[in-house]
């Protein structure tokens, strides 16, 4: 075995006892050795590198089984250091900062008074370099390790805002003013792949894994074989401008009858607001569902959906869907009327459900692409330390 042998397994051992350590929250050396098949002389040495590197701990819990010594437990050091997700949107800024357990430890809506990009940019930096100059004293010896940026619009694979309909984004990049003040990695990505790695993270980690996000536009985040899928260039999920109307209404991206004109949470705002107009969003949608009668408008607005839905199980056949939103979110027996007009014998997926994250998964997935790069692993697995409990569904 020559040099570059030794080096690309020992960096992938470290990789399998990392992913296993964060998986089991807490484990022996002997757990180790058990789940992974590593010898125990591999782990002893790897374990002792990350021990010094401060990203692993050591810790005695616990009653012993036998009258022996306790066992000695490895975790992930949660207090060494943290990440940062931000989510871009037009009228505000939300901040998320993890731990590396993957905990929520602060977030932060920062609201927007313009869509001037530099603007917007420069008060993104001052709310952050206060936060980081905090964080890093509380969170040491290691301090941020990473950002990850969400843009409601489309992102290429190079980290570049190609387009953004509400702000009228073009060609502009977040991540190299970031880069620059606080010397670290940063990581730029549509909002639906941010939402969906955030789900598959905290609560769903399943290989593969979509999530629709429904606020303003429609997006589409895909998780296939455990990694997000971009397409060639970045612009995959751009599944609100999918034509259900041809010659219809006009789209800021060019075409006619895009989805997201149709079926979009935004759109049934504006039509509730004109019913209602002295109610807010969440009256209208509340003074909505109380009507025991058939309403053309609801129905109207859930054909649509359907009809968007039905195309994307058909061409993807996704195991879990998951729809994030704020009516949704908060009303989800919207699902059941949903399925229900998915008619179509070809239907064939395990489960649709609401968001468990709702508006923080954006954030909570770019604070998660953060620490996955940090670690150098494959698969990020919080799942069972049962961070966020909803009170929307079961989980």
């Known amino acids: 075995m020559d040099t570059g042998d030794a080096s690309y397994i020992k960096q992938l051992n470290r990789r399998i006892l990392i992913e296993e350590i964060i998986k089991n929250i807490s484990l022996s050396r002997s757990d180790l050795s058990r789940n992974t098949g590593l010898n125990k002389a591999t782990i002893s040495v ?15 819990e616990g009653e012993s089984v036998t009258r022996g010594r306790k066992p000695i437990l490895l975790e992930i050091n949660g207090r060494a250091g943290y990440s940062i997700g931000i989510d871009i949107d037009e009228l505000s800024i939300h901040l998320a900062f993890c731990d590396l357990k993957g905990n929520l430890f602060h977030k932060q809506s920062i609201p927007l008074e313009t869509a001037d990009f530099d603007e917007v940019l420069h008060q993104l ?18 301090g941020l390790i990473g950002i990850g940026v969400g843009i409601h619009g489309i992102v290429s694979n190079t980290n570049e805002i190609i387009y953004t309909p509400k702000q009228q984004w073009s060609h502009l990049h977040v ?4 880069k620059e003040t606080f010397d670290t990695p940063v990581y730029v990505d549509n909002n639906a792949n941010l939402c969906v790695f955030a789900e598959q993270v905290y609560y769903e980690h399943i290989p593969d894994l979509f999530c629709i996000t429904l606020y303003s536009g429609i997006g589409l985040g895909i998780i296939n074989n455990h990694d997000i899928y971009r397409g060639y260039h970045g612009f995959a999920g751009e599944i609100g401008h ?24 935004n759109i049934l705002k504006k039509k509730l607001n004109g019913r209602y107009p002295g109610l807010s969003a969440q009256e209208s949608i509340e003074r909505l569902l109380a ?55 070809f239907n064939n ?20 692409v953060a620490l996955k790069n940090f670690f150098g692993v494959n698969i990020l697995n919080h799942v069972n330390y049962h961070y966020f409990k909803s009170d929307l569904l079961e989980v």
């Open 349 to 368: 997926y395990l489960q649709i459900r609401a968001s468990c994250l709702g508006d923080d998964a954006c954030a909570l997935g770019g604070a998660a």
């Open 125 to 142: 930096l001052h709310h952050l370099s206060s936060a980081v100059s905090h964080f890093n004293e509380q969170y040491h010896p290691i």
């Open 46 to 60: 790897q374990v002792n590198e990350l021990i010094n590197e401060n990203i692993v701990v050591e810790k005695t």
């Open 291 to 345: 009507s025991t009668e058939e309403d053309e408008l609801l129905d109207q607005y859930l054909d649509y959906f359907a009809i968007g839905l039905n195309n994307i199980i058909n061409i993807f056949n996704p195991e879990k869907i998951i729809l994030n939103g704020a009516i949704i979110n908060g009303h989800t027996h919207f699902i059941d009327k949903l399925e229900e007009k998915l008619t179509s014998k």
């Open 175 to 178: 991540e190299n003013k970031l």
């Open 242 to 265: 999918m034509i259900v109307e041809p010659e219809g209404l006009p789209c800021p991206c060019g075409n006619k009858g895009c989805w997201e004109l149709y079926a979009s949470e």
